[in-house]
């Protein structure tokens, strides 16, 4: 029930964040040359911003409410051509200028509003995506301040509950047990949820006071007790990013580290691979007793994305198979819980081979 909650917090974040992959029929636009440019109703965009002013004391240092813009996980943020977004309904487009850090605001204008406008990037839909990014002045980059991300919350569930319909609303409410989405407990424990990092992490740790404590992970990602009203606002987040790559490990991914990045770890990078000799790559996993998906590469799957040719390829012990180039998710059954060993041939990096075993 708890992972099906979180499940439902997801779509309404989806909601949020996709803009305009919620309508049933997207129109079929082009600006400047893009077919299809992301888009994002703009009185959605507004409720965010009343959201903002109506929840404002959470973070009451924080003058205005920017939006981010951010690319895939792992990839360069804001590559390409120059970022153009507009608010356009019936009269003239309006400009919202973007900081060269991918930062924006966006203002309120009764006319687009009335006009039922939309707010319009000149960049295909799943490129980049906007966020809310409520940062109290004077923080270091890597530290986010719990009141903040608490309001971040309450903006992006403004936007969503705009955009989504009263039947869908209903339904997460239901699922929820609350209207207040930022708020789900589950057999009266509120729910952790997860907000993004601009770099890849470590690990996060939560201070408040004397009070510390270590917070869950992903790659791009760190789990806030939003909900839990024994942390203050004043609590602070401090990421630890994962080491920057060097020149030469971008220039080729080989030379990053590998990872095991599955269901036994909640898709994070948390065990890697040692380079036994060039090419051979080695790790033992004590996996428990059920089905196990996952995939090798490095931080994130950014870069290399090891998997199966074929979907539902099922890994047969000891037995070596073939991986393709972003692959389908491998398959393991653990019949009974147990150490296992990988072992990744990539000597010829076109055709890579792994072989799991159960060991003794």
């Given at each position: 029930?708890?992972?099906?909650?979180?499940?439902?917090?997801?779509?309404?974040?989806?909601?949020a964040?996709?803009?305009?992959?919620?309508?049933?029929?997207?129109?079929?636009?082009e600006?400047?040359?893009v077919?299809?440019?992301?888009?994002?109703?703009?009185?959605?965009?507004?409720?965010?911003?009343?959201?903002?002013?109506?929840?404002?004391?959470?973070?009451?240092?924080?003058?205005?409410?920017?939006?981010?813009?951010?690319?895939r996980?792992g990839?360069?943020?804001?590559?390409?051509?120059?970022?153009?977004?507009?608010?356009?309904?019936?009269?003239?487009?309006?400009?919202?200028p973007?900081?060269?850090?991918?930062t924006?605001a966006?203002?309120r204008?009764?006319?687009?509003?009335?006009?039922?406008?939309?707010?319009?990037?000149?960049?295909?839909?799943?490129?980049?995506?906007g966020?809310?990014?409520?940062?109290?002045?004077?923080?270091?980059?890597?530290v986010?301040?719990?009141?903040d991300?608490?309001?971040?919350?309450?903006v992006?569930i403004?936007?969503?509950?705009?955009?989504?319909?009263?039947?869908?609303?209903?339904?997460?409410?239901?699922?929820?047990?609350?209207?207040?989405?930022?708020?789900?407990?589950?057999?009266?424990?509120?729910?952790?949820?997860?907000?993004?990092?601009?770099?890849?992490?470590?690990?996060?740790e939560?201070?408040?006071?004397?009070?510390?404590?270590?917070?869950?992970?992903?790659?791009?990602?760190?789990?806030?007790?939003i909900?839990?009203?024994?942390?203050?606002?004043?609590?602070?987040?401090?990421?630890?990013?994962?080491?920057?790559?060097t020149?030469?490990e971008?220039?080729?991914?080989w030379?990053?580290?590998?990872?095991?990045?599955?269901?036994?770890?909640?898709?994070a990078?948390?065990?890697?691979?040692r380079?036994?000799?060039e090419?051979?790559?080695?790790?033992?996993?004590?996996l428990d007793?059920?089905?196990?998906?996952?995939?090798v590469?490095?931080?994130?799957?950014?870069?290399?994305?090891?998997?199966?040719p074929?979907?539902?390829?099922?890994l047969?012990?000891?037995?070596?198979?073939?991986?393709?180039?972003?692959?389908?998710?491998?398959?393991?059954?653990?019949?009974?819980?147990?150490?296992?060993?990988?072992?990744?041939?990539?000597?010829?990096?076109?055709?890579?081979?792994?072989r799991?075993?159960?060991?003794?």
């Amino acid at each position: 029930m708890r992972k099906f909650q979180q499940y439902v917090f997801a779509i309404a974040v989806a909601f949020a964040a996709g803009g305009a992959a919620a309508q049933e029929t997207p129109p079929s636009v082009e600006v400047q040359g893009v077919k299809n440019p992301d888009m994002k109703s703009y009185r959605a965009v507004v409720a965010g911003l009343d959201a903002f002013e109506e929840h404002h004391a959470l973070a009451p240092s924080v003058p205005e409410l920017r939006f981010r813009l951010t690319g895939r996980e792992g990839q360069e943020q804001l590559a390409g051509d120059a970022l153009y977004l507009r608010i356009v309904g019936n009269g003239e487009p309006i400009p919202v200028p973007i900081a060269q850090d991918g930062t924006f605001a966006v203002p309120r204008v009764q006319s687009a509003i009335d006009d039922d406008a939309d707010l319009i990037l000149n960049r295909k839909k799943g490129v980049l995506k906007g966020y809310p990014d409520i940062r109290t002045p004077g923080l270091p980059e890597n530290v986010r301040r719990l009141g903040d991300l608490r309001l971040e919350c309450q903006v992006m569930i403004a936007i969503a509950k705009k955009e989504m319909g009263l039947m869908m609303k209903l339904f997460v409410n239901t699922v929820a047990m609350t209207t207040n989405w930022c708020d789900m407990s589950f057999d009266k424990k509120k729910i952790r949820f997860a907000f993004r990092s601009l770099r890849p992490l470590e690990s996060a740790e939560i201070t408040d006071g004397e009070r510390r404590e270590q917070i869950d992970t992903g790659d791009f990602s760190f789990r806030s007790p939003i909900g839990e009203s024994d942390w203050s606002n004043e609590a602070r987040i401090e990421l630890r990013y994962a080491p920057e790559l060097t020149p030469e490990e971008k220039a080729n991914p080989w030379l990053q580290t590998l990872f095991v990045t599955g269901s036994m770890s909640d898709w994070a990078s948390r065990n890697p691979l040692r380079r036994v000799e060039e090419g051979i790559y080695a790790a033992e996993l004590d996996l428990d007793k059920g089905s196990h998906s996952f995939k090798v590469g490095t931080r994130g799957l950014a870069a290399i994305s090891l998997g199966a040719p074929a979907p539902e390829q099922q890994l047969a012990d000891g037995v070596a198979v073939p991986l393709a180039k972003q692959g389908k998710r491998l398959h393991l059954k653990v019949e009974s819980a147990g150490r296992y060993a990988f072992m990744l041939d990539a000597r010829d990096k076109e055709a890579p081979t792994l072989r799991v075993a159960r060991l003794p």
